[in-house]
């Protein structure tokens, strides 16, 4: 197969024609390219995309303002959004007492959650640079609160850890969900899930705002 020669592609923000001169089809040559680099292969690539986890004891309720996280704060300016690609639970080491849901959440918040606890994120291209965003926290307390506002994806039930906990353990978000300057994002609970003990994981792309 011969080689293909294009000129650099890059991320337009907002509105953006589907053809770039020398690129085959699309904004990165989706349908030559998506069936050698995978679905978010072109994403990676370019050092947008990031993931980050968190191991957190009884996820809290939504509606409460100390999160636990992992939660993303996309500080005003910073030139881009994050678009939440994945969210994803290891196996419990500890059982939880309530069954619910661990789901997003998000809200307008110009200001940094207070008393936060950071954590890495990585980016997905191994030595790519760092996030551009503002803070990623597994803990914090959130400002503004998304009442009553929360999204379902992951179902969690009484089970002890030796039989099946959760229903599921990986949600592709396609980046439905998507986190702007000035506002905040973060995994939480329909319920606070008491004594459970889970690692949650979280894959997103920064592309212009």
């Not at 939880?96 to 110009?110: E, L, M, W």
């Not at 191994?126 to 503004?144: D, H, N, Q, R, Y």
Request: aromatic share 8%; glycine share 12%.
């Amino acid at each position: 197969m011969p080689n293909i020669t294009a000129p650099a592609l890059t991320f337009p923000s907002r509105a953006f024609p589907a053809q770039q001169a020398g690129a085959p089809t699309g904004v990165v040559g989706e349908l030559n390219l998506s069936q050698f680099v995978g679905k978010y292969g072109a994403l990676a690539k370019s050092q947008k995309v990031f993931y980050t986890s968190a191991i957190i004891t009884a996820p809290v309720i939504f509606t409460t303002g100390a999160q636990l996280g992992p939660m993303l704060w996309n500080r005003p300016g910073s030139g881009v959004d994050a678009h939440v690609l994945a969210i994803s639970i290891g196996s419990p080491t500890t059982a939880s007492t309530v069954a619910g849901s661990i789901g997003f959440a998000s809200n307008a918040q110009t200001t940094a959650p207070t008393t936060p606890t950071a954590i890495v994120a990585v980016n997905a291209y191994a030595g790519g640079g760092p996030s551009a965003m503002g803070a990623v926290l597994s803990t914090g307390t959130v400002i503004v609160l998304p009442v009553p506002i929360f999204a379902p994806l992951i179902s969690v039930n009484t089970g002890a850890v030796t039989v099946q906990n959760i229903t599921t353990s990986f949600v592709d978000c396609g980046g439905a969900f998507v986190v702007g300057p000035g506002t905040v994002g973060y995994v939480c609970s329909s319920a606070t899930l008491t004594n459970g003990v889970f690692t949650i994981g979280i894959l997103w792309a920064e592309l212009p705002s």
